[in-house]
């Protein structure tokens, strides 16, 4: 069973690009990790400041391990500089009987 997730950000005026920077440099070290499937950042358009991230990882163990990750730390640095609000996390699974 794989575990979604979808974390939204939103970033501080005049921040927009900062954050679609930061999360775009954390595509190809995620994807290289043994327990991700797929990870991508969204803009929303409606609302450029707001940037969703959708992953797909292979279980809770293997997203442990990427908050534990060099690249994950680097990211949240920059984010609590930037973000205007904390970013939210959503851990979805398939719904009982799929």
């Given at each position: 069973?794989?575990?979604?997730?979808?974390a939204?950000?939103?970033?501080?005026?005049?921040?927009?690009?900062?954050?679609?920077?930061?999360?775009?440099?954390?595509?190809?070290?995620?994807?290289?990790?043994?327990g991700c499937?797929?990870?991508?950042?969204?803009?929303?358009?409606?609302?450029?400041?707001?940037?969703?991230?959708?992953?797909e990882?292979?279980?809770?163990?293997?997203?442990?391990?990427?908050?534990?990750?060099?690249?994950?730390?680097?990211?949240?640095?920059?984010?609590?500089?930037?973000?205007?609000?904390?970013?939210?996390?959503?851990?979805?699974?398939?719904?009982?009987?799929?």
């Amino acid at each position: 069973m794989s575990l979604i997730v979808v974390a939204e950000c939103l970033a501080e005026p005049g921040q927009e690009d900062r954050l679609r920077t930061a999360l775009e440099a954390m595509i190809e070290p995620s994807l290289e990790e043994p327990g991700c499937l797929a990870y991508r950042p969204y803009t929303d358009l409606n609302q450029p400041a707001r940037m969703v991230i959708v992953e797909e990882w292979t279980g809770p163990q293997a997203l442990a391990e990427h908050f534990t990750t060099p690249h994950f730390h680097h990211v949240k640095q920059v984010l609590d500089l930037i973000l205007a609000e904390p970013m939210s996390i959503r851990k979805l699974t398939t719904a009982a009987g799929e």
